[in-house]
């Protein structure tokens, strides 16, 4: 069994910044493709951002390009979300995910999900 648990979340000004964390344990994290989404009150889960297993791919959601950044660090199980110049439509519940697979935009390619961590931009 993967777990994943998120943090750093919070309440942030527009125009801040917030790093959002997520920890894996349970497996091999590098055997992973790891993902970030969102989901906004009332609306449906969203991509926001991918990596691949070593890090060298990244892919990202045309709202947060040029202001997202996402990391991992395979020695500490850890992947991050470095989230600038924040907006008040950012605001949601992000959501960390691992593959096992090639990963992507889609949901249904990630195999285990965080319980997410709010993140709410005030204007």
């Known amino acids: 069994q993967v777990h994943l648990v998120e943090s750093g979340g919070g309440l942030v000004q527009a125009g801040g910044s917030l790093r959002l964390s997520c920890v894996v344990s349970?497996?091999?994290?590098?055997?992973?493709?790891m993902g970030w989404f969102r989901q906004a009150p009332g609306k449906e889960r969203e991509f926001v951002a991918a990596?691949?297993?070593?890090?060298?791919?990244?892919l990202y959601a045309d709202s947060v390009k040029g202001r997202f950044t996402i990391s991992r660090d395979n020695a500490k199980n850890t992947v991050h979300l470095q989230m600038n110049s924040l907006k008040p439509e950012d605001t949601a519940v992000y959501y960390c995910a691992a593959g096992r697979n090639s990963g992507g935009v889609g949901a249904h390619k990630y195999d285990y999900w965080g319980q997410g961590t709010q993140v709410t931009v005030s204007s």
């Open positions: 349970g497996r091999t994290f590098s055997n992973y493709v």
């Open positions: 990596i691949s297993w070593r890090g060298g791919s990244t």
